[in-house]
């Protein structure tokens, strides 16, 4: 049964995506209208189609109801800071009409909340009037700071178009066999939690015989406290997507989707901004930079739900299924999204593959241990105030 509703929604595929249609068919509308005429497109059942849409938390009629939500991440929770903004929003918005959700990834100020599609923290809500009006207010930043002699993740090596497409030029003319010693000889293993050799997976799905193969980022960073991802897809978006380029590359893949949790407005707004800027300087799409190399890219935005970081469950999420975690083997190397052979990598795994790319193997496999090297982001390198 699963296997037919994905290769019917792979029929149509990531440009016209089955999740994000029904994504935006469910935000849109309050009723049922529109369902029959997806289903039709993607010759599914109705039954299909609300079942996928009432698997998440922001597509349910009592959630959108809401106007604010309130972070319930532990970080806010311990810090007792929700229970008093609730008030305060209560008192705004009605009694009604504040929800929660899942970590804002604004664990170092607490005071999390969510209004409009965008996030505050801190001391925003001292300026709750202004927000209610649509007006911008400054909003406090973070610092981040690098404590490693060679900073594969922090550094500016790959922070303007210019470098991008030098480093692009330079390694889409490198042996793609080279690429993947590279990453083997790094011991790159992946952020995402399994800890699975990154220059593996790679070079398994590289060998995977299939005209159509993909490259999947997973930006559903859903643990709480854990905000480094965020900061990735923010202040080194260029990063990440360079490392899914030349997966791509390397895998003889011409597409990729990166799923962006909801809870993450910036992210999205700055992926977004960075693959048009690149799509602009031809540094993706046909045939990049000359050469017989074409790839796009696409996002999908979470609708809160936990599970899709699973890598399992985010594929069934990208293709429109109930996102339920699924049996393997068969892995996504071999059979991953649409069926089709799939590299699903954490952000900071593929920003980490950038990095080694640029600064040399050698340096990366010599901090840590030889099962699983180089540095690592974490909370003592995203801060709010300055060391
Ligand atoms: C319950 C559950 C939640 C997960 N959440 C995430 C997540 O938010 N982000 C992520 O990259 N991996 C998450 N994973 C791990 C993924 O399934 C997968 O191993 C990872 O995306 C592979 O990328 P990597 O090799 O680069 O780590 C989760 C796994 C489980 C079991």
Request: overall charge positive; proline content about 3%; some cysteine.
């Amino acid at each position: 049964m699963s296997k037919n509703i994905s290769n019917l929604s792979g029929r149509i595929g990531l440009k016209n995506n089955l999740f994000q249609k029904l994504s935006e068919r469910s935000l849109k509308s309050k009723n049922d209208s529109g369902i029959k005429e997806i289903a039709d497109e993607y010759k599914m059942g109705v039954s299909t189609i609300h079942g996928a849409e009432s698997f998440y938390e922001f597509l349910r009629p009592a959630h959108r109801e809401k106007k604010a939500f309130v972070c319930n991440g532990s970080a806010c929770m311990c810090a007792g800071t929700q229970e008093s903004l609730k008030k305060k929003l209560k008192e705004k918005l009605g009694e009604n009409k504040v929800g929660e959700m899942f970590c804002l990834g604004h664990c170092y100020e607490n005071h999390a909340f969510h209004y409009n599609g965008e996030n505050y923290a801190g001391n925003d809500i001292n300026q709750i009037d202004k927000i209610i009006k649509g007006e911008n207010i400054p909003q406090e930043k973070y610092f981040s700071k690098s404590f490693a002699k060679t900073s594969f993740l922090m550094d500016d090596k790959l922070s303007s178009l210019d470098q991008f497409k030098d480093n692009l030029n330079k390694f889409l003319k490198t042996d793609k066999k080279e690429i993947i010693n590279s990453l083997l000889s790094s011991n790159l293993t992946g952020r995402g939690g399994a800890g699975f050799p990154t220059g593996m997976k790679w070079d398994f799905c590289s060998k995977a015989n299939s005209q159509k193969k993909y490259v999947v980022c997973n930006a559903d960073e859903g643990d709480s406290g854990a905000f480094s991802d965020r900061y990735l897809l923010e202040d080194q978006p260029l990063k990440v997507l360079f490392g899914m380029i030349i997966c791509g590359y390397v895998i003889d893949s011409d597409e990729g989707v990166l799923y962006i949790r909801g809870e993450y407005p910036k992210s999205i707004e700055a992926i977004n901004g960075s693959i048009n800027s690149l799509k602009e300087a031809g540094l993706l799409g046909e045939k990049i930079l000359g050469t017989d190399f074409s790839f796009d890219l696409n996002i999908c935005i979470g609708q809160g739900a936990y599970i899709c970081g699973e890598e399992t469950a985010l594929i069934a999420s990208i293709e429109g299924r109930r996102a339920e975690v699924d049996v393997r083997p068969p892995f996504p190397v071999t059979e991953g999204l649409y069926k089709k052979p799939t590299v699903v990598n954490n952000v900071e795994t593929l920003a980490a593959a950038s990095g080694i790319l640029l600064n040399g193997p050698e340096k990366f496999s010599a901090i840590g241990n030889k099962k699983s090297a180089g540095t690592k982001l974490g909370k003592k390198h995203i801060f709010q105030k300055e060391y």
